[in-house]
């Protein structure tokens, strides 16, 4: 069975987590993307923004997704960000192990708490530092407690105790106060632990679950005290080791913050973090819920359609052959009338004659009935008469069918004939209309087939969107330029003044290596070195990189001088009186010379056909050559960046496979532009 909410141990290890890594952190902002979902936007120095997702009566953990936010945030939200946004979050708290979270937040109106219930429907509830209800998500009278706004904030009744200060001899007494119950059922409400946690406490200790309280010996009161104890340390104190659980057909069971022993056997899925794990299990539960939903709907939708249909068509059937029975039946009757018009017409004069002679209609009757007995024709071929209309019924040939006396008999196998040939047209419009109803059916039959397959391929179609919506937390070095080397060394160099000042004062290690090309207006260019001596090629592809991006490619030099230097070489501090600008540095003692570095760049692409990824990067020639052999250089010159963008992308789509051309083509020109100094040169083939 899938995991539906949280668990006291859930809540315990995840807010330990929560406190280890979200701690004063910022409130940047709140969003609520359904209506029992919050996501804070945290923010701390040097750090990712943190997305934290809570869910009433659900779930918590922090997200590394995106997730999609109304055009206009609920009033709840709202009331939120007045009173939270910009506070600092200062503690994380679970009361006396409850399915209770409350988030301690610094702000310009004081301390304020956020409660978060996880237990039933679940609650957000906002409290002042007088302990005064200022928000909540939901309002209500309760027979313990209420949540009215500037009442008293009282926490739910503890349904049971709080395991961490229960005694053995407290749990003993309180187990066997439930005399003949089972032990799991009565574990489970005595500490309110979940039946889960119950059970596994009782693996651990080696005792069947459905042991009663009253036979339980003082040993098993001790194995259950150890094992309870043991789960407890996991949770609070002990590393935990989160994973998700699955079965055997890969689909997503359950989400622990450590191993259980009740799914020793099952395959697991270990992750980083309980909150990852989290993130993981409840984006794909949810989306895979949501696809099946909908499809759901649609077979189902598709499911009454088709047998509407199919009852359309017993019909149509049932209608088609009794009108073909009556078509043929008519025209048989008037081939009975012609081939018996002399005894037909003996049959009526018989009964006009009598008529005439003064008899009633029922004697005549009685006479002809008394003929028939005797097989006197054409008397047996008699049935009945209705002496209101004048018809009588006859039986020839196994058709019954009434004469008109007011009618010649050939009139009335002609009426006979007539019926027939309109029952056939008829005939000929229930066929198509059945016709009709078969292929409608046949094509509902086959949406719902093609919705049933879909019910079965959208959560992994989902999946992939979801996949999609995958935050990628930039790396620090990414805010500036930078390329990896031909033998692997990172770097990285400023885009402005702001981003040089940057790169040096915070980003620069005394054993790293400092270029920069000796033209004014050129950033500086650094080499992550880790401790490593870097290569002559890393140097030379730096010294290229420094050059490349200094003015001398505005000024369309083809070559200039570089230098490099250790970071202890540079300092803010010129001579007496001089002006050192902001991302500007003295450079002090001897500089090492790279002399007539060349200007050019190279734009290389690698395409990953089977996922239909492309990967632009750009650099030192070298540097990119050892990555892809589809590239492109780029020397200064004067072609302007929209023609030169274009050319770039055209001349790379002309150096790979034709079936990898489409891909690239979607690539916008703007992945080309970051790479091109100055954003403007000419484009050679080499």
């Not at 099952?266 to 992750?271: D, E, H, R, S, T």
């Not at 397959?453 to 937390?473: Q, S, Y």
């Amino acid at each position: 069975m899938q995991k539906k909410e949280f668990t006291s141990f859930d809540v315990a290890a995840i807010v330990r987590e929560l406190k280890e890594t979200t701690m004063d952190s910022r409130v940047s902002n709140i969003y609520q993307s359904d209506s029992k979902t919050l996501i804070f936007k945290l923010h701390k120095p040097d750090k990712p923004t943190f997305g934290l997702v809570m869910e009433a009566g659900k779930r918590l953990h922090l997200t590394a997704y995106t997730v999609e936010k109304p055009a206009v945030p609920p009033a709840f939200c709202m009331a939120l960000r007045k009173y939270l946004r910009n506070g600092y979050l200062t503690n994380i708290e679970q009361p006396e192990f409850e399915r209770i979270v409350v988030f301690l937040f610094k702000t310009k109106m004081g301390i304020l708490r956020l409660i978060l219930e996880l237990f039933g429907d679940g609650n957000f509830i906002l409290v002042s530092e007088k302990c005064e209800i200022l928000q909540a998500l939901i309002y209500k009278r309760m027979r313990d407690r209420n949540i009215l706004r500037e009442e008293k904030f009282v926490f739910a009744p503890s349904s049971g105790k709080n395991p961490y200060n229960v005694s053995g001899a407290e749990l003993q007494d309180g187990l066997r106060s439930f005399g003949d119950v089972e032990v799991v059922r009565a574990l489970a409400r005595f500490l309110s632990i979940g039946g889960i946690h119950a059970e596994e406490v009782l693996l651990r200790a080696g005792i069947d679950k459905t042991k009663s309280c009253n036979t339980l010996t003082t040993a098993d009161f001790d194995a259950i005290f150890d094992s309870l104890h043991s789960l407890l340390s996991q949770a609070s104190k002990d590393k935990l080791e989160p994973s998700i659980v699955l079965d055997e057909s890969g689909k997503f069971i359950d989400v622990v913050p450590f191993k259980l022993k009740r799914y020793e056997g099952f395959p697991l899925k270990p992750l980083a973090s309980f909150s990852e794990a989290l993130d993981e299990f409840y984006v794909r539960v949810s989306a895979v819920e949501k696809a099946k939903a909908v499809t759901s709907v649609k077979v189902e939708e598709l499911k009454r359609e088709a047998e509407r249909l199919k009852r359309i068509i017993v019909d149509q059937e049932k209608t088609l052959v009794d009108a073909e029975a009556k078509a043929d039946r008519d025209r048989r009757i008037g081939d009975v009338i012609y081939a018996h018009v002399g005894e037909l017409q003996e049959l009526l004069d018989r009964f006009l004659n009598a008529k005439r002679n003064g008899k009633s209609w029922g004697q005549i009757v009685s006479e002809v009935l008394t003929e028939k007995k005797a097989s006197v024709k054409p008397s047996m071929f008699f049935e009945s008469f209705d002496a209101k209309s004048l018809i009588v019924e006859v039986r020839l040939d196994d058709l019954r069918f009434g004469l008109d006396f007011e009618r010649s008999l050939y009139d009335s196998a002609g009426e006979f004939y007539i019926r027939g040939k309109r029952a056939r047209q008829k005939l000929e419009g229930a066929k198509t209309a059945l016709e009709e109803t078969r292929k409608k059916l046949a094509e509902v039959e086959a949406k719902m087939r093609a919705a049933e397959a879909l019910e079965h391929a959208a959560p992994t179609e989902v999946m992939e969107e979801v996949t999609k919506r995958k935050i990628k937390h930039k790396e620090w070095f990414e805010r500036f330029r930078w390329f990896v080397s031909s033998d692997d060394f990172l770097v990285v160099a400023g885009k402005d003044a702001v981003s040089n000042e940057v790169l040096v004062k915070k980003h620069t290690e005394p054993n790293d290596i400092v270029f920069h090309a000796d033209v004014v207006g050129a950033p500086f260019v650094v080499v992550k070195t880790e401790g490593k001596e870097p290569t002559e090629q890393c140097l030379r592809e730096a010294g290229e990189f420094a050059a490349a991006f200094s003015r001398g490619w505005r000024e369309g030099f083809g070559s200039v001088d570089v230098y490099w230097i250790k970071p202890d070489q540079l300092s803010k501090s010129g001579p007496s009186g001089e002006y050192v600008p902001h991302g500007g540095f003295v450079v002090s003692g001897k500089r090492n010379w790279i002399r007539n570095v060349p200007l050019r760049v190279a734009i290389g692409v690698a395409v990953n056909a089977e996922e239909g990824v492309i990967r632009i990067g750009g650099g030192p020639v070298d540097s990119v050559k050892t990555k892809t052999n589809v590239y492109v250089v780029v020397v200064p010159g004067d072609q302007n960046s929209k023609e030169l963008l274009k050319q770039v992308l055209r001349m790379l789509v002309a150096k790979i496979p034709k079936e990898q051309r489409e891909t690239i083509l979607k690539a916008s020109t703007e992945q080309i532009r970051e790479f091109i100094p100055y954003n403007k040169g000419r484009a050679i083939q080499e």
